[in-house]
């Protein structure tokens, strides 16, 4: 073999450390600005301060107290009703009717959702009774709910059942539809059937759905609850905070109205921010479902 053809050994390299300092800025320290911009709970606070300011604002220039109470006056009847107990014992009256009839329709929906996903005349009976009942108006039923329960809690909570069943039936039977036929065929080649085959397998996937629809059907929930207890909480002389605003408004204390549909407002805020949250980071986001 030539010389030509045999090639030269390359020399060594011997490549030396720079200091990053030599680079300039590689990394830049977010200020306090950016750091509390960048930060969710930072930003609603914000926003609802800039409210109450601009609530209190219009309030002073309106100058009727009858018409509109400032935020201040707001909050001063708020703690007044809360220091006396009559606040928060009308709230836990709301609140136990309004998980009683919560639970009942989210259990109502599942059966139904289970029977639209499980067999064709199931999947009828969903379509034609979310096609007769959802269009109809919770405070429609009223009358009737007057007539078959009576005037204490059983009429609420059978409103307040109707209008969270469809809400939660037709977005998780929509859900499990939108699920990708190659998980479905994984759960039948596990040999999944049944209930199994709906909790191992439709339940995750569609659980975006599903929890879409359990914020909507609390949402109407708390809607029906207050105009139920403006009607059953006068007739039979009980009730929750809708009987609160109700007896309020009666006596003209409209600051303690106010407080009462502030109430309502605190109370959405701390599920939606605090327990749909929590459901959503430990489930939807965590499973890479949603940024």
Known sequence: MSSEMVSAARPERYLQAVDSTAFGVVEKPLSTWERVANNAFARKAA??????????GYARWLNNPLLFPTFSATIEAFLEAV??????GRALTSLRVLLMGYGLGILCAAVLTTLAISTRIGTDLLELLTSMFNPLPAIALLPLALIWFGL???????????????????????GFLSVS???????????????????????PAAFPSIL?????GWAFAWRTLIAAELV???SSGQGGLGWFIYENKNQLEIPAVFAGLFTVILIGLVVENVIFRTVEHRTVRRWGMQS
């Open 212 to 216: 879409t629809g359990l914020k909507i």
């Open 47 to 56: 926003l609802l301060v800039l409210l109450a300011l601009v609530w209190e």
């Open 152 to 174: 204490g809690y059983g009429s609420i909570v059978f409103v307040i059942v109707h209008s969270v069943l469809w809400a939660v039936a037709l977005n998780t039977h929509s």
């Open 83 to 88: 220091e006396s107990g009559v606040l928060p």
């Open 181 to 203: 036929n190659t998980l479905r065929m994984v759960g039948r080649n596990y040999g999944l059937s049944g209930l199994r085959y709906v909790g191992g397998i439709l339940i």
């Open 232 to 234: 059953f909480g006068v």
